[in-house]
């Protein structure tokens, strides 16, 4: 008996902590146009974040799979600085604020070019993207 309520235990346990795992979204990878060393030959262009208004100084955000997770622009020396951005055809990215996707946050689908006509110039830190 003791030996049979041990092992109920033990699986109800493994059930539980396996039915509520869920792995989160990969965040986006980043390269610069013209770079060296792109990302992985599978992965597709989701997003463009730039320094500049009308998508001049950029860096490019690529991922394998949609959700694109939380990315950290602060963290790929974009702090505070994004004043023009794309979302690839299909995709509709978030920006936030904080660097962790939370705080006052803009949905951009297709092309902004200067973030000052929606009030959000020089203020987005991460993002995260999806299908639109
Ligand atoms: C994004 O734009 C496309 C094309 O205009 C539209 O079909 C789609 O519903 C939009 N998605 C969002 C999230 O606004």
């Given amino acids: 008996m003791f030996k049979s309520l041990t092992l109920f235990a033990f699986l109800n346990v493994v059930f539980v902590s396996s039915s509520t795992i869920r792995s989160p979204a990969a965040a986006a990878v980043a390269s610069k146009a013209g770079a060296d060393i792109g990302p ?4 597709v262009t989701v997003f463009e974040t730039c320094i500049n208004v ?3 100084d950029c860096l490019i955000w690529s991922a ?3 959700p694109v997770g939380c990315t ?7 702090t505070s600085d994004v ?7 299909g995709v509709a990215c978030t920006l ?3 660097t ?11 092309t902004v070019n200067d973030l000052s006509v929606v009030g959000y110039n020089d203020i987005a830190n991460s993002f995260s993207c999806d299908s639109d």
Wanted: with cysteine.
């Fill in 100 to 110: 962790t996707c939370t705080g006052t946050s803009q949905i951009i689908n297709g």
């Fill in 64 to 66: 394998t799979t949609l």
């Fill in 40 to 43: 992985s030959p599978d992965a």
């Fill in 83 to 89: 004043s023009s951005v794309i979302s690839s055809a």
């Fill in 72 to 78: 950290n622009l602060a963290a790929n020396g974009q």
């Fill in 54 to 56: 009308n998508i001049d």
């Fill in 96 to 98: 936030f604020t904080s």
